[in-house]
């Protein structure tokens, strides 16, 4: 097995993986976001104290944990320069351990607005929910190779005429839809006062990792969003823009797959998805309100309730086999105590006939009937249990009949948003 982990959502996202970074993180010299921006929302408890974090990784709360954050990820500046004033203020170091790639592409101001705008006055009902963050918008200029890297603030003239360039091209967009066009001088001003305070993070993050893995450091690889959320293997066009999967990290980070990487699938013992797009296993009425009061599930990053229901293994199936995933670790199972039974899903059946393969097609997801099988409820708690043969049987049950079915065993189970409210079963 691999000297690195890969921490990955293997659902829609809020699976529970900050803590679980967190957690690995006593352990971990360093780690790495490789994808998405502050779209993502990691809710990291310690004793009494609460930290959100959306673009920093959880890693940075160790205060022996060097932090990277990667080319593939898209950074706005201000809302890193937001986040870095919160961890100050909690007492937790940025300078001299957290690293912005230079070739990390910058979210700016418009991409956010221009985000909005499509949502809600182009797309409308056929909306996608995103977190209107600019997150696409920045992937977008990013591929049409006019998106503006963090290291053109290593040299202004450039950044200037480059701005320049891409604002042109945003005008075309906002005056042919009757909106005010943006001045690129403004932006660019407003970009050097921040300048100097960016410096002072902004590196060549590809000698870090590589430094760091000849040494045999553990570089954990922190992944944001969910395998269902990737712009390839998600449900499009209802995902994020970026590669939550195993790939994104050799594409988003400057390490090869000779890292020997460990893939940690992150599971919530239910499902959750925010924002629009089919949800087969969706449920309804008093079981969904149970699973989002108990679960909390309620969006880190807009505050927005998240839909729940019940564990999905199909699509599981299809998200481990695809980022080659070694052990599992089951979040929040606490949430399922009260439950008499427990739908789990082990198909789905299309016009009359069960499917063979994951259907990635929204229409075809929007259609599918899922196939549930039923497990006994524990109706007994769970929560803050420790050991694995503390579990009530039927419990026990739930997890075995979740290794069974995706043929990867489940090392960590979580029964609390405490970090001491944790199962190791297998030390990996
Ligand atoms: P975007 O990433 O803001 O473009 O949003 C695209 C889709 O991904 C929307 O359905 C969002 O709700 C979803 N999404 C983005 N980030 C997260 C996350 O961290 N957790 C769960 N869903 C997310």
Request: hydrophobic residues 35%.
């Amino acid at each position: 097995m691999g000297n690195n982990y890969a921490v990955i959502g293997l659902q829609w996202g809020d699976e529970g993986k900050g803590k679980i970074v967190d957690l690995l993180s006593e352990k971990i010299k360093l780690t790495v976001r490789y994808q998405g921006g502050h779209n993502a929302g990691h809710t990291v408890i310690i004793g009494d104290k609460k930290i959100v974090l959306h673009l920093i990784p959880s890693g940075i709360i160790h205060s022996d944990t060097k932090c990277i954050i990667g080319n593939g990820v898209v950074v706005d500046p201000y809302a890193f320069l937001k986040e870095i004033k919160e961890l100050n203020k909690f007492g937790i170091k940025t300078e001299g351990r957290l690293y912005l790639s230079k070739d990390a592409h910058m979210i700016l101001p418009f991409h956010s607005k221009i985000d909005a705008i499509i949502e809600e006055e182009i797309r409308g009902d056929q909306k996608i929910g995103t977190t209107k963050r600019g997150i696409g918008p920045s992937y977008e200029d990013k591929a049409g190779r006019r998106g503006i890297k963090l290291s053109s603030l290593y040299n202004p003239e450039y950044l200037k005429r480059e701005l320049e360039y891409l604002v042109n091209i945003k005008n075309l967009f906002l005056k042919g839809i009757g909106k005010e066009p943006l001045k690129s001088n403004k932006i660019y001003e407003e970009l050097m006062e921040i300048r100097e305070e960016l410096l002072k993070y902004i590196s060549d993050t590809f000698p870090i990792i590589q430094d760091a893995k000849e040494k045999g450091e553990t570089i954990l690889f922190e992944g944001a969003q969910g395998v269902l959320l990737d712009i390839d293997y998600g449900t499009y066009p209802y995902v994020s823009s970026s590669h939550p999967t195993v790939g994104g990290i050799f594409t988003g980070s400057g390490i090869g797959p000779d890292a020997n990487i460990k893939v940690i699938g992150i599971v919530k013992a239910y499902t959750t998805r925010v924002g629009k797009g089919p949800f087969p296993t969706e449920a309804t009425g008093k079981d969904e309100k149970t699973m989002r009061e108990k679960g909390k599930e309620y969006g880190a990053t807009t505050g927005r309730p998240r839909r729940c229901g019940w564990l999905d293994l199909f699509a599981l199936k299809y998200s481990v086999k695809l980022n080659g995933v070694n052990s599992i670790v089951l979040t929040k199972i606490d949430i399922l105590d009260s439950f008499e039974k427990i739908k789990v899903c082990t198909g789905y059946k299309y016009k009359g006939k069960t499917l063979k393969n994951f259907p990635t097609e929204s229409w075809i997801l929007e259609e599918v009937e899922p196939i549930y099988d039923e497990v006994e409820g524990w109706k007994d708690v769970t929560s803050g249990i420790t050991e694995y043969n503390k579990l009530p049987q039927k419990a026990q049950n739930y997890i075995k009949y979740i290794e069974n079915y995706l043929k990867v065993p489940v090392s960590i189970i979580s029964t609390g948003p405490d970090r001491k409210e944790t199962i190791i079963v297998k030390e990996f």
